[in-house]
């Protein structure tokens, strides 16, 4: 990522031309972007992507699949109601690439913007369920909820579509993430494609199935996948006036620690990713001599508030999410990893949807997480532990508890990922929190639905909740989770 283009975003936003020479690209600086009779394509690209890392570090999901625990204010972690509004995504991003696909500036401004789209959809129904898709940003203000298996199907479709749609029509302007890289963009739809396939597993399991289908289709498709942490899709930050969401964590507050949940998981298989999953304090001070030292004191998850500040002042170097070099203000935010593709792959060999070779693909896919931290792959006894080994015949899908905990791991700490895969798979086995509030004690499956909509929209949205098997409870199960 060349941080030259976030120069050209600061002195954009700054309305100054100091140091930039280029504005020129992202047309008159005077005419409100946001307005839809002239809108600048570069400046509406750039403001999606500038937010997209949030998907990848929103709190909420890691709490749910135990990444973090809560310091003091533990309401989510206790599971209190998930009743988020859905509706400002629509009327931001969405609203803004919808409106650079109608632009129509050329092909491969439209392509980006479709993956965009895609990738971010993808995120609300994993969170939600069914949610407004093929009537939404269309003008209609009570778009039908579609149902998850049909925005599945949808997104998939336009992912396949958007990678084949890249040509020599013209450039892409305002690309902060991949500079304008055609190639780079292709490895993102397609795998995009290859993820989302493999989360329709549940439904359709066999290997000539709607899942499987697609899995093979994106893993053979025109310009490959992510598949070394060359590879990954990543949202670089700069510092200064656009920095980290991981800085941001501990910027005046120290809500969220490294769960005990995953310390206890690292140490019970030697990884050495402990040391780099928590770090000492939150103080990155050049005068603290721990700023940037590893701690494994996770704290315990789900506790009430009074307990969890209690183990925080009797052991204060709790654990921080990331060690203090790896959340400074320049560090990125990653949304893919070649790690969870390469177990992706991994997955769908051992249930027999592909004739790739599992073990080495699970092998392959460890080595690239510890390469992404920095670390050295681990010795040969670590993937003949108890816990890690295969214990079935490949193919037969037998081998799921080890390839899915990888994943868990390989992921940390995009939350939105662990959640959604900890609801597929099941693994690891997480218990819920000691202290929960909710009635059902049990761990969020879904956000319910905003208290809005029931007043906007409330003919769609009860036509949704009709579909959902419980109603409309945190304790309901998206479609692809039943």
Known sequence: MNKKIYTVIFCLSLLVATGCNKLEDFGDTNVNPGATNDPIPGALLTNVQAGLAGYATQTRGALYCQYFSETQYTDASLYSLPQLAFTGEYSGALYDLENLIKLKVNDNMTAVSRILKAYIFWNITDRWGDVPYSEALQGNPTPKYDTQEDIYKGILKELAEAAAQFNNSGGITGDIINGGNIAKWKQVANTLRLLIALRMSNRYPAANGLAATEFKAALGAAGGIIATNADNWVVNYPGGNFKSPWWGLYDGRKDFAESKTMTDLLGSLGDNRANA????????????????????????????????????????????????????????????????????????????????????????????????????????????????????????????????????????????????????????????????????????????????????????????VARLQGGDTQDSKVWWDQ
């Open 277 to 464: 999953f928590g770090g000492k304090t939150e103080d990155q001070s050049t005068s603290n001599p721990d700023w940037n030292q590893p701690s494994v004191t996770g704290v315990p998850y789900g506790l009430k508030r009074a307990s969890a500040e209690a183990f925080t002042g009797a052991n204060p170097t709790w654990a921080r999410v990331l060690r203090g070099d790896l959340r400074q203000e320049d560090d990125d935010a990653v949304l893919i990893n070649a790690a969870e593709v390469l177990l992706a792959r991994a997955e769908a060999a051992d249930r027999g949807w592909t004739t790739e070779n599992a073990a080495t693909l699970f092998q392959n896919g460890i080595k690239a997480s510890f390469e992404q931290w920095g670390l050295n792959a681990p010795a040969a006894s670590y993937y003949t532990q108890a816990n890690v080994a295969f214990t079935a015949a490949p193919g037969t899908g037998g081998n799921l508890k080890q390839i899915a905990t990888q994943r868990y791991l390989a992921t940390y700490p995009d939350g939105t990922q662990g959640w959604s895969e900890w609801r597929r798979t099941g693994f690891p086995v997480l218990t819920p929190a000691p202290d929960a509030t909710n009635a059902s004690k049990q761990i969020v499956t879904r956000y319910v639905y905003p208290s809005s909509e029931y007043g906007t929209n409330k003919a769609a949205v009860e036509a949704a």
